[in-house]
């Protein structure tokens, strides 16, 4: 009787401990994180835009990431080109620059603001400056016409080889979050 008393409160105290729910809460970063689709231009040395118009190095809509680091800290996240910009693959020219990035930078959660200055840069051949990086909520437009959070910095490559020649001093980068729908894409 004994036995079968204990065995029915282990039983009992297993199927309340397995019906508590766990609590799963968001990165640091959750604030700034995100899916993006974004355009670039370039930009000269004095910060007039020398490209302008959607699509005008022939990307299409272009995604971007941002996200927390391995530490998950208030203070720092991820900007990733998710692989896009490494003309070497893009257009199968072995001697073009890898423009890809993935580069830690410093956040302010408060204003939403980030920066990098000569990051090392993960997936390109260029050091990163990210400038006057901002995340401004509800500032953009979707393709349906509905509010989005909108994306925007500057980028410069430190060492960049085809820089004065071509006058592209840094990129602007632009765009909305994600929405997931198929009318947004």
């Given at each position: 009787?004994?036995?079968?008393?204990?065995?029915?409160?282990l039983?009992?105290t297993?199927?309340f401990?397995?019906c508590e729910?766990?609590?799963?809460?968001?990165?640091?970063?959750?604030?700034m994180?995100?899916?993006w689709y974004?355009?670039?231009?370039a930009?000269?040395?004095?910060?007039k835009t020398i490209?302008?118009?959607?699509?005008y190095?022939?990307y299409?809509?272009?995604?971007i990431?941002?996200?927390?680091?391995v530490a998950?800290?208030?203070?720092s996240?991820?900007?990733?080109s998710n692989g896009?910009?490494d003309?070497a693959s893009?257009?199968?020219?072995p001697?073009?620059?890898n423009?890809?990035?993935?580069?830690?930078v410093g956040?302010?959660?408060?204003?939403?603001?980030?920066?990098?200055?000569?990051?090392?840069?993960a997936?390109g051949?260029y050091?990163?400056t990210i400038?006057e990086?901002?995340?401004l909520?509800?500032a953009?437009h979707q393709?349906?016409?509905s509010?989005?959070?909108?994306?925007?910095?500057?980028?410069s490559?430190?060492?960049?080889?085809?820089?004065p020649a071509?006058?592209?001093a840094k990129y602007?980068?632009?765009g909305?979050?994600?929405?997931g729908?198929v009318?947004n894409d």
């Open positions: 009787m004994k036995k079968s008393l204990y065995l029915a409160a039983l009992l297993t199927v401990a397995s729910k766990d609590e799963i809460g968001g990165t640091a970063t959750e604030s994180a995100g899916q974004i355009t670039v231009d930009v000269d040395e004095n910060g490209t302008s118009g959607e699509d190095f022939g299409g809509k272009v995604q990431l941002t996200y927390n680091t998950n800290t208030a203070d996240m991820w900007v990733s896009n910009f003309l893009d257009y199968g020219v001697s073009y620059p423009y890809a990035f993935r580069v830690k956040i302010n959660q408060g204003n939403l603001t980030f920066s990098s200055d000569k990051a090392e840069n997936d051949d050091p990163v400038t990086g901002k995340i909520k509800n953009g393709n349906n016409g509010a989005a959070d909108s994306i925007v910095f500057f980028i490559y430190e060492g960049d080889p085809w820089y071509d006058g592209y602007k980068v632009s909305v979050r994600y929405s729908l009318e």
